[in-house]
């Protein structure tokens, strides 16, 4: 069933749900729309049990009902557990604005995530990456100064890759090497970046980015091939292309950059909460996956080196 199959009367409120969450909480387009998606989902699934139905017989039954028809056609627990916070979020936005007189996801459960541990390059392959970025880079080409940017910037603040493709040139503080960053949320927060991130800075804005600058540049750092702001796409294929050409290492992208950062930063000694203020989490659990990698390699190392293991 599709949208504009609903009722006008259940049409109306994913309209002015979107315009909540636009307008009202200041989410990202992305974010709107799969907050959308699932209302839309949830409403449909609604109709298609009784097509006489209102917001008010949206009750506990038909979101586990919801919920057991997207297990059904496959989805992981993640995204069941994504889907579940957000029909949490569209039953509370229903109930605040009185559309419904209490909230039937309250007592709805969230699906148990086993959290995976997520791919992260060796010290040795981060540096053999960046080295061979830098390689590419030599003869000066603008593609290869920014993808070689791109890389050592990931790799040196872990900072998203959509952060990174927003960032302006008024964002880059290079006397003191920090870059000013806006997260989740609207978050402003700073990273630091080292003295080889600098140089690759300083490389691609001397001769890579006037090469492309026209007037769709604006105040963009990174730009395409055409001038325009860079797309996260052309990030992840850029680092894509670096990190495949190290032997033995992991297929990754720009977040496998940055779970890379935090790993080598907490096998470094760096502090807990020093990580999570450099990539921006809202919790401190989200980084602590981190400390569970170093631990992981940690038992590996000693299953293979120690006698008595």
Not at 209 to 219: E, H, K
Request: glycine share 6%.
């Amino acid at each position: 069933m599709a949208d504009d199959e609903l009722p006008p009367t259940l049409r109306v409120h994913l309209e002015e749900y979107a315009e909540h969450l636009e307008i009202g909480r200041n989410r990202s387009v992305n974010t709107v729309r799969a907050y959308v998606a699932d209302a839309e989902s949830l409403l449909c699934h609604l109709i298609r049990r009784d097509e006489s139905a209102t917001l008010a017989d949206l009750d506990l039954r038909v979101l586990r009902s919801w919920l057991a028809d997207q297990a059904r056609h496959g989805s992981a627990r993640t995204s069941m557990a994504r889907r579940t916070s957000s029909a949490r979020a569209f039953t509370a936005w229903l109930t605040r604005s009185a559309r419904m007189t209490s909230d039937p996801a309250l007592r709805l459960a969230t699906p148990a995530v086993r959290r995976s541990l997520p791919s992260v390059l060796k010290q040795s392959q981060a540096s053999e990456a960046l080295t061979q970025a830098q390689t590419g880079a030599a003869e000066l080409d603008p593609l290869a100064l920014r993808d070689r940017l791109i890389v050592e910037m990931l790799y040196a603040t872990g900072i998203r890759v959509g952060e990174l493709c927003g960032l302006d040139l008024d964002d880059i503080d290079t006397g003191r090497r920090v870059v000013r960053v806006i997260g989740k949320g609207d978050k402003e927060r700073s990273a630091p970046y080292g003295v080889p991130a600098a140089h690759a800075l300083e490389a691609w804005s001397l001769h890579g980015r006037p090469a492309l600058l026209n007037d769709r540049s604006g105040r963009a750092l990174l730009l395409g091939r055409r001038g325009a702001r860079i797309d996260p796409r052309q990030a992840r294929t850029a680092v894509h292309e670096v990190v495949s050409a190290v032997p033995g290492a992991p297929d990754i992208g720009p977040h496998g950059l940055r779970h890379s950062a935090a790993t080598h930063l907490l096998e470094g000694g760096a502090d807990l909460r020093v990580v999570q203020e450099l990539l921006g989490h809202a919790s401190l659990a989200t980084t602590q996956i981190y400390t569970h990698v170093s631990v992981e390699r940690l038992r590996a190392v000693h299953d293979q080196a120690h006698p008595r293991a």
